[in-house]
Structure formats: C-alpha cells, structure tokens
T-cell receptor, first 111, second 110 residues
Framework: GESVGLHLPTLSVQEGDNSIINCAYS??????FIWYKQESGKGPQFIID?????DKRQGQRVTVLLNKTVKHLSLQIAATQPGDSAVYFC??????????FGDGTTLTVKP | NAGVTQTPKFRILKIGQSMTLQCTQD?????MYWYRQDPGMGLKLIYY???????DKGEVPNGYNVSRSTTEDFPLRLELAAPSQTSVYFC?????????FGPGTRLTVT
C-alpha cells in the first residue's frame, strides 16, 4: 500500500558484514523486478534485475531473491563496504515503460 | 552517450513564479518520466510519456504540465510555484524496463 508521509526505513551495518534489504511488492502480475541504488545527491542507478520465472539471481557481491508466494524481494549485499551506503529501491513491472517503485531503504555502513 | 541530462541543477523560485525544468536523453528511448523526491522520501511519479506527442498523468500531477514534441526532450513546467513544490526533480527514460535517471534538479520555492 501507499506510505505517503513516511520517511524511508533505515538499515545500519558494520563494514564487512552482509546486508539484507527487503521489499514487498503489490501486484501479483508483475513479471520483472529491478533494484536501484541512489547515492547521495544523484539519481537512482540500476544494480540488478530478476524475472518472475527465477527465484534467485547473483551479481558481483549482490544477490536478489524473489518469493512470488508472499510477493517479496530481497537484495543481499556481501561484505558491505562504505561505498554501499545509499538508498535502495525495488521496482516492479508488468509492462515495458511503467515501473512501480517501492518506498526505499537507507543503508548506512559503519566503518 | 551523455544519457539523461537535466537543467538547471539548482533553482530558487519565489511563490507564484513559473519555470520549466529541461530534460534531454540521447538514447532514443520511447519512455520518459518525471519524478519528485522530497527529503528522506521515495520517488513519486508526476507525469510520463510513451512517445513523442503522448503524455499521461502519474501519481502527483497537480501544479505541473508537460509536453513531448520530440523523442529526445521532455520538459516539465511549473506554473504558480508553491512551497509544497520544493523538492528534487528527476527525469528518467527507458526503452523497456530499466530506467535511466538524470542527475536531478534541486528546486526551492520560498
């Protein structure tokens, strides 16, 4: 549902630990999902994607898990670094050209 | 490719003034979008376009207007600026699912 007026949830981790960022999506017909990273003062940038016919996809230090039964996505970041500090958004898609963005999570990495 | 460019980077407007935020992409993408992001908050879709000559309202269109006369350009017009329009504005484009964002315009209305 909509969370108008709510500030982004936050996650604080120690450098070197693994991070898990969660996202609940709303449309069971969504068939393509993307995680974006937004560094301070910049626009969001693509990190990793996953199609609905997969339940796991790995990139460099990042893994996305998809659970369609409970409409849940997670982004796992291995060996979190200070450069990973950012806001992370998930986006769900049913058609090309129209994404629905989640509320975002602020990740802070403590040295 | 420059990707998505936005001008200006910063702007201060007085209440009641008008301005146009410029957005240009050089990737020949059909889809273009305008979002606003208030401090510490998520992205809210203002308007989007599926191609030249076609635009549609997003979640928060009131107080804004757009046009799309070319594939490359998607300007956002603010008429009669209000303090509630103080925000960071992002333009984005896409060919399919992945959206490419510009660096943003930080607007303050006082």
């Amino acid at each position: 549902g909509e969370s108008v007026g709510l500030h982004l949830p936050t996650l604080s981790v120690q450098e070197g630990d693994n991070s898990i960022i969660n996202c609940a999506y709303s449309n069971s017909a969504s068939d393509y999902f993307i995680w974006y990273k937004q560094e301070s003062g910049k626009g969001p940038q693509f990190i990793i994607d996953i199609r609905s016919n997969m339940d796991k996809r790995q990139g460099q230090r990042v893994t996305v898990l998809l659970n369609k039964t409970v409409k849940h996505l997670s982004l796992q970041i291995a060996a979190t670094q200070p450069g990973d500090s950012a806001v992370y958004f998930c986006a769900e898609n049913t058609n090309a050209g129209k994404s629905t963005f989640g509320d975002g999570t602020t990740l802070t990495v403590k040295p | 490719n420059a990707g998505v460019t936005q001008t200006p980077k910063f702007r201060i407007l007085k209440i009641g003034q008008s301005m146009t935020l410029q957005c240009t992409q050089d990737m020949n993408h059909n889809y273009m979008y305008w979002y606003r992001q208030d401090p510490g908050m998520g992205l809210k879709l203002i308007y989007y376009s599926v191609g030249a000559g076609i635009t549609d309202k997003g979640e928060v269109p009131n107080g804004y207007n757009v046009s799309r006369s070319t594939t490359e350009d998607f300007p956002l017009r603010l008429e009669l600026a209000a303090p509630s329009q103080t925000s960071v504005y992002f333009c984005a484009s896409s060919e399919y699912y992945e959206q490419y964002f510009g660096p943003g315009t930080r607007l303050t209305v006082t």
